[in-house]
């Protein structure tokens, strides 16, 4: 049987990512949520306003996105995700104009959670990958 933690990073994926349910954010971030990404600009300390400006921003992206959970590994309060999302290229980026390509993105998240809520993700993906899918020559800097 799942925990209160597994139940949480699974909403996270599942109706958060995979359905674009912002309704759950409450419900599985703790108020002082950190999200530590070297590719988003507001850093770990934007909390849950700034992960809803994540989800917003690649939902504009690719108005289509679901995620996959390849393999997961619990440890104690960590939560360690191995994932996959896809989507198709409708939205503007690094000023790459929508080439409605289906883009596949590979990433890494390390979730800490107490209680049932996500208190830090810690997550590595392959923008550069993403990037050339999309149709870039050179990478953005």
């Not at 939205?91 to 959670?113: L, R």
């Not at 830090?120 to 800097?141: K, N, S, W, Y």
Request: aromatic share 10%.
């Amino acid at each position: 049987m799942p925990s209160e933690n597994e139940i949480a990073v699974g909403k996270f994926w599942d109706a958060y990512w995979s359905k674009g349910d912002q309704s759950v954010a409450e419900e599985i971030f703790d108020p002082n949520f950190r999200d530590i990404d070297p590719n988003w600009p507001s850093g770990a300390d934007g909390g849950i306003p700034a992960m809803i400006e994540k989800h917003n921003f690649y939902y504009g992206l690719m108005p289509d996105l679901h995620c996959k959970v390849l393999r997961q590994l619990v440890v104690g309060d960590q939560i360690v995700t191995r994932w996959q999302a896809v989507g198709t290229h409708h939205g503007e980026y690094a000023g790459i104009k929508p080439t409605a390509n289906e883009i596949t993105i590979s990433g890494i998240s390390i979730f800490t959670c107490r209680n049932g809520k996500i208190v830090e993700q810690v997550i590595e993906f392959d923008v550069v990958g993403m990037l050339r899918q999309m149709g870039a020559t050179t990478i953005p800097t």
